[in-house]
């Protein structure tokens, strides 16, 4: 079952397992000794035995990916991996760019917006889904302009990948 209690599809089983992995050693790393209990997810952004805490997963084919927060520290967080190889065509960009971006390539740009998009999301302000162009990036920070949040993003490269962070603070 996924987050939002629905089935696996069978090509993202493999990644959805890996993004639990990387929960379970992110709590593991805060002193936490988890059971499979304690990954189960409430929405996409809580812990049900951790509500103290806000999340973020990602996966691709390879690898999984999270970022485990606290609350009294962060308001929401995001993360996004993406193989180094995935091309982000021109369509793509256009369709989730805002005029005043930061300019970033492709699939740093696309792993920003889709981390900063998360941490947005996982704010639990929104009812419907928001638009990714309503997100401006700049170089270190983005704004979200119909709700005026705002939060800072890192995007790098680990191994093979394209990792993104976001976060809101308190």
Same mark, same amino acid.
């Given at each position: 079952?996924?987050?939002?209690?629905?089935?696996?599809?069978?090509?993202?089983? &493999?990644?959805?397992?890996?993004?639990? @992995?990387?929960?379970?050693? =992110?709590?593991?790393?805060?002193?936490?000794?988890?059971?499979?209990?304690?990954?189960?997810?409430?929405?996409?952004?809580? %812990?049900?035995?951790?509500? @103290?805490? !806000?999340?973020?997963?990602?996966?691709?084919? %390879?690898?999984?990916?999270?970022?485990?927060?606290?609350?009294?520290?962060?308001?929401?967080?995001?993360?996004?991996? @993406? %193989?180094? &190889?995935?091309?982000?065509?021109?369509?793509?960009?256009?369709?989730?760019?805002?005029?005043?971006?930061?300019?970033?390539?492709?699939?740093?740009?696309? =792993?920003?917006?889709?981390?900063?998009?998360?941490?947005?999301? &996982?704010?639990?302000?929104?009812?419907?889904?928001? &638009?990714?162009?309503?997100?401006?990036?700049?170089?270190?920070?983005?704004?979200?302009?119909?709700?005026?949040?705002?939060?800072?993003?890192?995007?790098? !490269?680990?191994?093979?990948?394209?990792?993104?962070?976001?976060?809101?603070?308190?």
């Amino acid at each position: 079952m996924d987050a939002a209690g629905g089935a696996i599809h069978e090509k993202r089983k &493999n990644g959805f397992m890996l993004s639990r @992995e990387a929960l379970q050693i =992110c709590l593991e790393e805060l002193g936490q000794k988890p059971s499979i209990r304690d990954l189960t997810l409430l929405n996409f952004s809580t %812990l049900k035995n951790h509500p @103290e805490m !806000t999340i973020s997963l990602s996966h691709n084919p %390879l690898y999984g990916a999270a970022l485990v927060a606290d609350r009294k520290i962060y308001r929401s967080v995001g993360i996004d991996i @993406e %193989l180094k &190889n995935r091309n982000v065509g021109p369509a793509i960009k256009a369709k989730i760019s805002h005029p005043k971006d930061f300019p970033l390539p492709g699939l740093q740009f696309w =792993c920003a917006k889709e981390a900063t998009y998360k941490a947005l999301m &996982n704010t639990s302000e929104f009812s419907h889904t928001q &638009n990714f162009s309503d997100i401006v990036l700049s170089e270190k920070s983005w704004f979200h302009i119909p709700s005026k949040i705002e939060g800072q993003y890192e995007v790098k !490269t680990v191994e093979d990948n394209v990792l993104a962070l976001a976060w809101i603070k308190i």
